[in-house]
């Protein structure tokens, strides 16, 4: 099993940052790769960023140039750096441990934290 908690959500006004953290704990031999999706009210759950099993680097077209994922094996936490917040943004951000081969399949989910972008 894999316990996931997020940490970092909050209010920020349009053009501002936020860093999500994500802490991980456990241990599956079904993980090999780490995600953040978001969901807004109303919409689907949607990928946002992701590892590879390689260590590479995925991003939804929406946040490209803009958000940037990453992570300290030593901390066991992976992170989500989010600069340029428009209020499209807003959402509930959840990190999630998964599989990848060939495209990221969810596994195991955190408890969410919400962003909010607006003025």
């Known amino acids: 099993q894999v316990q996931l908690v997020e940490s970092g959500g909050g209010l920020v006004q349009p053009g501002g940052s936020l860093r999500l953290s994500c802490a991980a704990s456990?241990?599956?031999?079904?993980?090999?790769?780490m995600a953040w999706y978001r969901q807004a009210p109303g919409k689907e759950r949607e990928l946002v960023a992701h590892?590879?099993?390689?260590?590479?680097?995925n991003y939804a077209d929406s946040v490209k140039g803009r958000f940037t994922i990453s992570r300290d094996n030593a901390k066991n936490t992976v992170y989500l750096q989010m600069n340029s917040l428009i209020p499209e943004d807003t959402a509930v951000y959840y990190c999630?441990?998964?599989?990848?081969?060939?495209?990221?399949?969810?596994?195991?989910w955190g408890q969410g934290t919400q962003v909010t972008v607006s003025s």
């Open positions: 999630n441990a998964g599989y990848y081969s060939g495209g990221y399949y969810p596994r195991y």
């Open positions: 456990g241990s599956s031999f079904s993980i090999n790769a």
């Open positions: 590892f590879t099993s390689g260590g590479n680097t």
